[in-house]
């Protein structure tokens, strides 16, 4: 167990429809990312907080926001949902988030999203 | 920008065999590079890591991996697979031009037969 929490861990709806996936980071670490694994695009790093603030950004979407709150846990909403969007969702958490760092960073199990 | 290859989407080992899965890296400055492991509909689970000091790393489960500059490689070893080693296989770079996200390689599904 990494300590990361991910809810839903499934979760089927259908297109247009709008979704949120949420992340509990591990006791202590202030930063979280959230990522996507899909069969075509392997893993892909949408976005990046830390402690409350957004500090990278990958290949999201704008019908995808995402945000981190006081308590440190984040949230990615994922909206107009399509076909595509189907995919497993990763949120990982670390202590120090800089790039000089060489701080482990702890996947949670992931939420496994079909639109249908 | 920092990247890794995986070069074998798959390797097939037997039983008690060496295993080894590829990685080789391309950075500006030093390289902070990791292993991942996925086993079927689970997480990812963290191995091992290299930031800085010997070359030879040691992680979970019996798995170490060798670090060498010159070839920018980072190769992941297991000197006796077993069955339960079966899984996806994701190394990763630290990026040092952000605030330190993963950049992953496709990854490398090793089978691991009885």
């Known amino acids: 167990d990494s300590g990361v929490t991910q809810t839903p861990k499934h979760l089927i709806t259908a297109t247009g429809q709008r979704v949120t996936l949420r992340c509990s980071p591990r006791s202590g670490d202030l930063s979280v990312y959230w990522y996507q694994q899909s069969l075509d695009q392997g893993l892909q790093f949408l976005i990046q907080y830390y402690n409350g603030e957004e500090r990278a950004k990958g290949n999201i979407l704008e019908r995808f926001s995402a945000q981190q709150f006081p308590d440190l846990h984040s949230e990615l909403n994922l909206s107009s949902l399509e076909l595509g969007d189907s995919a497993l969702y990763f949120c990982?958490?670390?202590?120090?988030?800089?790039?000089?760092?060489?701080?482990?960073?702890?996947f949670g199990e992931g939420s496994w999203l079909t639109v249908v | 920008a920092q990247s890794v290859a995986q070069p074998e989407d798959q390797v097939n080992v037997a039983e008690g065999n060496p295993l080894t899965v590829k990685c080789t890296y391309s950075?500006?400055?030093?390289?902070?590079l990791f292993w991942y492991v996925q086993y079927p509909n689970r997480g990812l689970q963290f191995l091992l890591k290299?930031?800085?000091?010997?070359?030879l790393v040691k992680g979970s489960y019996g798995f170490e991996a060798e670090f060498n500059k010159s070839q920018t490689s980072f190769h992941l070893k297991k000197p006796s697979a077993l069955v339960s080693d079966s899984a996806l296989y994701f190394c990763a770079v630290r990026d040092t031009d952000s605030w330190g996200k993963l950049q992953f390689g496709a990854g490398t599904q090793v089978v691991v037969t009885p």
């Open positions: 990982a958490s670390s202590v120090d988030p800089g790039p000089s760092s060489g701080n482990t960073i702890y």
């Open positions: 950075v500006s400055g030093n390289p902070y």
């Open positions: 290299y930031i800085t000091g010997d070359n």
